[in-house]
């Protein structure tokens, strides 16, 4: 569905990307770990051409990413639920909603999916009237799904979902991740919580300073002796 | 200072409504373009003047009837507004805050010389309308129709402009774009039309301002956009920059008080431009977010 092949990207001299390549299959959780400063966002800001790759191709069934406008590209398919939820404050959850919804002319299918968004997130449905500003922290991260789910995405990036959240909140928050794709919907996660995402992901790739340095299925790279070294900590295993 | 009588009172009171109508309708633009931008327009108040031309040249050119050359003005003031934007801010959108403000001096400078070159630095008289300016008397107060005009014209659009940012979608688009391009451009929103677009209604606001103001004081020149755009940004200022009610408030303040003042210490007539400046002074000591306006922090 997706492939990013040989992807570079320097910010001035700084080399973020030092020729990456990765697929996403479609039906798949594919989840990208690393440390900060990795590379991750970077990724992604370049699959909806937020940052300009110096060389290297994305390309998303079949069609060149690289030549497509940010606003396009939800049109195309593809969503992202942005570092740091950036949910409209000024505007009601509602409305945050909505606008996930901007580029669709279907309004019964919206109504439909707006159920649906309220159904995964039942908080939202009480708070819709609530600026987005007025939320916690967790209300808006979902809101931020939920926003993207408004678009009727058919591939959901998500970047550091579980950033500043309480654990509790992560957990419940994975939980309706792993919903979402039971539902068909294909995933590419980036998170720093590596042991929440490789166990939710089919596929897992493990990014340091700009190079992929591992691939494997969740499971493997769970048990992988160097992830559990630098990613998990041994306490997190038990 | 002088003794004053309630009709007195009355009078300067409708004079200051009706002058504070129009500073409400030129501060809207600025706010709108600030709220979106964070762009301060220097080139609102020449825009405001070119509009004046406009609807000078429909009637006194080309012989329109004076509602058709207004309709016309206030569509190429819109898109007098748009080319601006397209062609001295969109380019710079990335660059430097400081970048865009100087371009927004040049285009004010450049509008003004090109109205000197174009239209003539002599004064000019801006077309009667003599259904509006016919004087009526009401109770004790005496007025031109006009003067009763305007502010129903300002609340009418000030209502309509609220609609259209709180209940429609390209409303919503306006107020997304208005906290973060990226995003808004993330969920597909076309953040480059949605710019243009608030540079169109602002400039369509201020071009209403702009014959209104013509009507009432019917000497044009081609500088004659400085002061009220000047005074306009501070009405913006004094009503919290980057909203709209709160532009429309700062307006009627500025007006109102600007023609009291002039009332009741005639010895300080002179003074009356400076009133507006003092309180922009007095406002960014005491109250620097303005009346209606929110901290804004800045962006990262």
């Known amino acids: 569905m997706l492939k990013i092949n040989d992807l570079v990207v320097s910010y001035g001299k700084v080399e973020a990307l030092k020729g990456i390549s990765l697929e996403v299959e479609e039906g798949k959780i594919v989840t990208l770990i690393g440390a900060n400063g990795a590379g991750k966002s970077t990724t992604l800001k370049s699959i909806v051409g937020l940052a300009k790759p110096q060389s290297g191709t994305i390309t998303y069934n079949g069609k060149n990413l690289l030549l497509e406008d940010t606003k396009n590209m939800v049109r195309s398919g593809i969503t992202l639920v942005p570092e740091g939820r950036r949910v409209f404050p000024n505007l009601t959850v509602l409305e945050n909603l909505k606008i996930g919804a901007y580029c669709r002319k279907d309004a019964k299918a919206i109504k439909d999916d707006l159920e649906w968004v309220y159904s995964l997130f039942p908080k939202l449905k009480d708070r819709s009237w609530q600026q987005a500003g007025t939320l916690s922290g967790g209300e808006q991260q979902m809101l931020a799904v939920g926003r993207a789910l408004m678009s009727r995405p058919k591939l959901l990036m998500m970047d550091e979902p579980s950033l500043g959240l309480a654990p509790l909140i992560v957990k419940e928050l994975f939980n309706i991740i792993k919903e979402i794709h039971k539902q068909g919907m294909t995933i590419l996660l980036i998170e720093q919580n590596a042991f929440a995402a490789l166990k939710i992901a089919d596929i897992a790739y493990v990014l340091e300073t700009g190079n992929i340095t591992l691939k494997g299925t969740g499971q493997e790279l769970l048990t992988n002796e160097e992830v559990k070294k630098a990613y998990l900590g041994e306490s997190t295993h038990a | ?300």
Request: with cysteine; charged share 10%.
């Open chain 2, 1 to 300: 200072m002088g003794h004053m009588t309630l009709d007195l009172f009355l009078q300067h009171l409708t004079n200051g409504i009706s002058l504070g109508s129009l500073y409400a309708l030129i501060a809207i633009g600025y706010t709108m373009v600030y709220g979106i931008l964070r762009l301060i327009n220097f080139a609102h108040g020449d825009i405001f003047m070119m509009a004046v031309y406009f609807s000078f040249f429909g009637v006194a050119t080309f012989g329109m009837p004076w509602y058709a050359a207004f309709i016309v003005a206030i569509i190429l003031t819109a898109l007098l507004g748009m080319v601006v934007e397209r062609a001295a801010y969109k380019p710079l959108r990335e660059s430097p805050k400081v970048n865009i403000l100087v371009s927004a001096i040049g285009a004010s400078f450049l509008l003004q010389n090109l109205a000197v070159v174009i239209f003539g630095g002599r004064p000019k008289a801006f077309p009667t309308v003599k259904l509006l300016q016919e004087v009526m008397t009401i109770g004790s107060v005496t007025l031109q129709r006009l003067t009763l005009v305007i502010p129903v014209v300002t609340l009418t659009l000030l209502a309509g402009l609220l609609f259209l940012i709180n209940n429609t979608k390209s409303g919503m688009a306006m107020r997304a774009v208005s906290k973060d391009h990226e995003t808004a451009g993330l969920m597909g929103v076309d953040v480059n039309r949605t710019i243009t677009l608030t540079f169109g209604i602002g400039s369509a606001l201020a071009a209403v301002g702009a014959i209104m103001w013509g009507m009432k004081f019917p000497q044009i020149n081609p500088t004659m956009g400085v002061i009220p755009g000047l005074k306009c940004f501070i009405a913006a200022v004094i009503g919290g920059i980057g909203n709209i009610t709160g532009a429309v408030i700062g307006g009627f303040i500025l007006g109102v008080g600007e023609i009291m003042l002039v009332a009741m210490l005639p010895s300080l007539t002179g003074y009356r431009d400076a009133f507006a400046f003092i309180l922009l002074i007095v406002i960014l000591l005491f109250k620097p977010t303005g009346i209606m306006g929110e901290k804004i922090s800045e962006k990262v």
